[in-house]
């Protein structure tokens, strides 16, 4: 066992790292599906799901279809439904199926639309380097996957079976989507005019466009092969079916189709339907009206690829659709549509979309039953479908719905307003809120619409909050064990209407009555031992976004038993759920995950507030180590989050550690999780925070608890070097692709080029940069102080500034010259890991010379000056380009230790400075003004002052030195030299700060010795009477400290560098001697004597007898004031 400095690794338990955890031994690469291994139980309940949804029994199908909506799309990663297909096959025979109670197919059409929007958003979590996965390998192989019919036996279910790797498990993936698209396509020959199968395919096909879009490495053969199938079955459901389908419908699908093929892929013949059907959906006349314009022409460009003919249809003035030209087209001889069809198709259309809608609105007011109702709400999807899905729209959805406000409200109102009396009654405001959130999602200015719906939902015991409380709460007093098993379609309908209010910022203030109603919910569920799952998971759903909101953060602020007590319950429902689930299972995941969230946030709003008991932690410490043993990324993550939060602060961390089995359980774990590769980065992230924690109060936590306990310094730092070999800067897995769907390869120093693919490697996401980069400043201010510790183990931080500079110069080539806004979470992570590489060469000068050796990564970082605040905002006032502020002035810090260190090595850092002059002296001079916060003009003011005075001490008989001085600068007649004395004349004028007017004044006096113009410049503009000024009013200062008998060194450097700066002056002009003597310099070289006289340090004095031989030499005036000054 090796040991730190300071005592042993054994003693926290650090686990030493295996074989195959190295950092070199894992690459990242594409975008990909995972395999999701299911255990027996899990595999026993999908089983058991499919052949109820195969039962021809109505109460049972409609009871499972429920519990797959509530329950198993909430515990399960939705992947799994698409990779167990035959359950979404089920559920699409459901759909299709004719019930005694239709409202079993609509049941199964939210089922499956639930599960889109499922899919939809983990495409981004897939997509993300945050939550990016590690292949899962398996010895099985894909060959006995092959799709089976609906008669075969379920209860063997299927897998993923990646056989290793990424793209083959996703290639699965995408062969069982395209069995459900088959399905839909299918079942729509049969039943053309169901709008939910309609709604449904376009839906999913709009999900494939997604997939389709990041998944760079897919069978293109085979993923044309599909999609040329279902565009068949579409083509002969429209081709038997003109007169009872809606064109815009059928048009809108397939541009979503057609929008799945490779663009380049040139060799894809459509077969014959299939041009018929993109000929006559081009010239069907109600595409061919203006108002649903839009939609035929986002068709016509998706389709001309497939059929250029269509080209000639195209007025070329217009490039709008033409009738004439397209009688004149060569399918028109087809009779595809012939005079009697057209005029059957004129008689039909509706001059307008808002016309359609008004009139269905309309009738829906009118309506005396329930089925009109349905049935009028059913032809509202069928109108709004083309509406919200088309792509390109020129036509803005707002634009009808919102002149449709008034008739909406009067149809919509009754319903919502009034609580229902049966379950007809029930059923009926559940679609009237399904198609009512599906049109809040829709718009993107839903104002006029809230302004009615949120007082009717939100004010205190509105009917659809008592409801909800009802039906919740007649569920859980249910005795019924499968009553616990679903939510009814009204519950599950109202809980959709509020997630959709819930992340509308405008109205976020007025859902206090809806976190009342979730709160006593709660309650409820706590008070019965949490029976129902169903129940517990879309409450607490609701619970982590109603926290976040502010209106929510007060009241729990100022209510603090409400706090503890939420707290408290949804610690204990936790507990339950887990206690509830076999190991391995994804049985009540759901349920746990939003748990954890909101115990995150939770603690979160408590650890900052001092007049809270530490009793709240007691509630979160028997749920950690649970949370902790759940084999879920997203449970370890917000597990970790609470352990951030709480070990904020010194008693939290003492609380936390005691509370706990092991003093060190926490580290350990926390450890263990931040080294593993097989992590994903935001639980990695999540577990360093928790070790810099620590780190923070490691010293009072052994105090308090008794310990000798050491931080192993040299072995973390090992594994952080190691840790950071790589880095992903992208924001998306799938824009790693360049040219020819090469992937770009990170910092260089992970992996054998020869041996690993690009989707082995192991990397870090900027988040997890900035975290380890906090963490290796911290570890090297332990270590600062010990030189013979660093010393003997030099080798290990020179490869640590080695690894530092090559993230930093990393950056750059994942960018493109032409965006070069940098998103918030890089300028942190670029901040942090400069200031940690400044750190390390503040402790080792030596390692300046590394930097300068690496030109290339220290020419890079130079280059983030031309890096714009977020959102382009010039605003320094704003919090976002704060960030890039601080990173701007690590630069300008780093640069300034690397050229005070540099040496004999100057000579390459001023050609790198030179080569990059445009770029550094243009921040250079925007930050040397009185207007920049201090702190920024500071780190400015020390870069030139420390690069001048070394290019005058090393090569002050070289013209070359000050070559870049004499250059042009943008303005006309202007230099480099003259620009940057401008600049800090300006602070001369009008800085109040002595350290900062010293420094100028240092700067000053080297840029006049180098640069001539910039010397002739400031003499022009009366420096010298302004530096003679100074001196008398210093005098003054000075003679009243020593007269108050105070400290009288205050002003002595700001006084040295004002004699060296006037000695500079004249020393070779005959003008600043003249413009002294007539501002009364032998008069305040006489102010300033006796002061510099009492000094123990002669210094000043030899300063001020240099001045005067300056000042008198060849020049008797002078001589002749200060002999006049000195016999006064």
Not at 292 to 299: C, E, K, Q, T, V
Not at 764 to 793: W, Y
Not at 958 to 980: K, M, V
Request: proline residues 3%.
């Amino acid at each position: 066992m090796e040991k730190s400095e300071t005592g042993k690794i054994e003693n926290l338990g650090i686990p030493q790292r295996h074989q195959n955890q190295s950092p070199q031994g894992k690459k990242f690469g594409e975008f990909g599906i995972n395999n999701i291994p299911l255990g027996t139980s899990d595999r026993r309940v999908l089983s058991s799901t499919i052949e109820s949804l195969l039962s021809k029994d109505t109460n049972l199908t409609l009871i499972t279809t429920c519990f797959f909506r509530d329950v198993l799309l909430t515990d399960f990663p939705p992947e799994t439904f698409i990779q167990e297909s035959s359950l979404c096959l089920s559920l699409l025979q459901v759909v299709k199926e004719t019930w005694e109670n239709p409202m079993v197919n609509y049941v199964a059409f939210q089922a499956l639309m639930r599960l889109a929007k499922a899919l939809r958003i983990n495409i981004g979590f897939l997509d993300s380097p945050e939550f990016y996965q590690p292949i899962v390998s398996s010895s099985q192989n894909l060959s006995h996957l092959s799709s089976r019919s609906k008669d075969e036996d379920y209860s063997n279910n299927r897998s993923f079976s990646p056989s290793g790797t990424r793209a083959a498990s996703t290639e699965y993936f995408l062969n069982n989507f395209f069995q459900l698209l088959t399905g839909l396509s299918r079942n729509l020959t049969y039943k053309p005019t169901n709008i939910q199968l309609w709604f449904l395919l376009e839906t999913y096909s709009s999900l494939l466009q997604s997939y389709v879009a990041v998944h760079i490495n897919y069978n293109t053969k085979s993923i044309h092969l599909s999609l040329e199938e279902v565009l068949l079955d579409i083509s002969q459901c429209f081709l038997r079916n003109q007169e009872h389908v809606n064109p815009c419908i059928v048009a809108t699908v397939m541009s979503s189709l057609l929008s799945c093929f490779d663009s380049e892929s040139h060799d894809t013949v459509l077969t014959t339907d299939i041009r018929k059907t993109i000929w006559g959906l081009a010239s069907n006349l109600k595409l061919l009206h203006t108002s649903y314009s839009f939609i035929r022409n986002h068709f016509i460009e998706k389709a001309i690829p497939f059929e250029q003919d269509l080209k000639r249809a195209l007025d070329v003035n217009t490039n709008n659709f033409s009738v004439e030209r397209f009688r004149s087209g060569s399918w028109w001889k087809l009779d595809m549509i012939n005079d009697q069809q057209t005029s059957r198709e004129a008689g039909n259309v509706t001059s307008d979309p808002t016309e359609l809608i008004s009139n269905i609105l309309i009738s829906i007011q009118r309506s005396t039953g329930h089925e009109q109702v349905i049935e009028a709400i059913d032809r509202l999807w069928e109108n709004l479908l083309p509406l919200v899905f088309n792509k390109n729209q020129s036509l803005n959805i707002d634009s009808v719905l919102i002149s449709l406000e008034a008739p909406w409200r009067e149809s919509l109102y009754r319903f919502i307003s009034v609580e229902p009396t049966s379950t007809d009654d029930e059923d009926l405001l559940a679609r009237v809120l399904d198609i009512t959130s599906f049109l809040l999602r829709s718009m993107k200015n839903p104002e006029k619409f809230y302004e009615w719906i949120v007082p009717l939902v939100t004010e205190k015991n509105a009917a659809l909050l008592r409801v909800m409380h009802q039906q919740l709460a007649t569920q859980l007093a249910s005795s019924a064990t499968a009553a616990n098993t679903y939510l009814s379609t009204l519950s599950r309908s109202i809980f959709d209407f509020y997630y959709v209010m819930l992340h509308e910022v405008s109205i976020s203030d007025q859902l206090g009555e809806f976190f009342n109603t979730c709160a006593d919910i709660l309650k409820l569920l706590y008070e019965t031992d949490f029976p129902s799952t169903a129940i517990i998971t879309p409450v607490l759903n609701s619970m982590v976004n109603l926290i976040s909101l502010n209106i929510i953060l007060e009241k729990l602020k100022e209510a603090q038993t409400v706090s503890l007590s939420l707290l408290e319950i949804v610690s204990s429902s936790i507990a339950v759920l887990c206690e509830r689930t076999s190991v391995g299972s994804y049985r009540n995941r759901g349920g746990i995950h939003y748990g954890g969230l909101v115990l995150a946030n939770l603690t979160n709003l408590l650890k900052d507030d001092p007049t809270v008991s530490s009793i709240w932690i007691g509630y979160c410490v028997p749920v950690i180590p649970l949370l902790w043993s759940i084999e879920s990324y997203i449970i370890k993550a917000s597990a970790l989050q609470m352990c951030v939060n709480i070990t904020s602060t010194e008693k939290g961390t003492y609380s936390l550690a005691s509370a706990l089995e092991s003093p060190t359980l926490l580290w350990r774990y926390a450890y263990t999780r931040m080294t593993d590769s097989q992590e994903i980065s935001i639980v990695r992230q999540n577990a360093a925070k928790v070790i810099l924690n620590l780190m923070n109060f490691w010293d009072q936590m052994k105090r308090a608890m008794g310990t000798e306990l050491e931080i192993p310094r040299l072995k973390l730092l090992e594994e952080l070097s190691s840790m950071l070999t790589n880095v992903c800067w992208e924001l998306k897995i799938s824009d790693q692709t360049g040219p020819n769907n090469q992937i770009h390869q990170s910092i260089g120093s992970g992996g054998d080029a020869n041996n690993s693919s690009p989707s082995d490697v192991m990397f870090v996401t900027p988040n997890v940069l900035s975290v380890c980069s906090r963490m290796i400043v911290k570890l090297l201010f332990g270590i600062d102080q010990r030189e013979e510790l660093f010393t003997a183990n030099a080798s290990l931080f020179r490869e640590l500034c080695v690894v530092l500079s090559r993230v930093l110069g990393s950056y750059h080539a994942h960018i493109s010259v032409e965006n070069q806004d940098l998103q918030p979470e890089i300028w942190t992570s670029l901040t942090n890991t400069l200031q940690a590489l400044i750190t390390i060469v503040n402790l080792d000068k030596t390692l300046c010379l590394i930097l300068i050796a690496d030109r290339q990564n220290l020419t890079t970082m130079t280059t983030y000056f031309n890096f714009i605040p977020w959102k382009g905002t010039n605003n320094t006032s704003d919090s976002t380009t704060e960030f890039l502020y601080a990173l701007w002035r690590n630069i300008f810090v780093l640069l300034s230790a690397v050229t005070s260190s540099s040496g004999h090595n100057f000579e390459d850092l001023e050609r790198l400075v030179w080569s990059q002059r445009t770029i550094i002296f243009a921040k250079l001079i925007e930050w040397l003004d009185i207007r920049t916060l201090a702190v920024y003009r500071k780190s400015a003011i020390e870069f030139i002052s420390t690069f001048l005075r070394v290019t005058h001490e090393r090569q002050e008989n070289d013209n070359q030195s000050r070559h870049f001085l004499c250059q042009l600068w943008t303005e006309p007649d202007e230099t480099y030299g003259i620009a940057i004395c401008k600049k800090l004349l300006g602070f001369l004028n009008n800085s109040l700060e002595s350290d900062e007017q010293t420094y100028v004044l240092y700067c000053l006096n080297h840029l006049c010795l180098l640069s001539t113009s910039g010397k002739v410049y400031a003499l022009n503009h009366q420096t010298v009477k302004k530096l003679v000024k100074s001196l008398q009013e210093l005098g003054v200062k000075s003679a009243d400290m020593m007269c108050n008998n105070r400290k009288n060194t205050k002003y002595v450097e700001q006084i040295k560098w004002i004699l060296v700066l006037l000695t500079t002056f004249f020393c070779d002009s005959k003008e600043a001697k003249d413009e002294a003597i007539l501002t009364n310099f032998a008069d305040a070289i006489h102010t300033i004597f006796k002061f510099i006289k009492s000094l123990p340090d002669q210094t000043l004095l030899h300063k001020l007898i240099d001045c005067l031989i300056n000042f008198t030499a060849e020049f008797p005036e002078g001589l002749h004031a200060v002999f006049q000054i000195q016999s006064q």
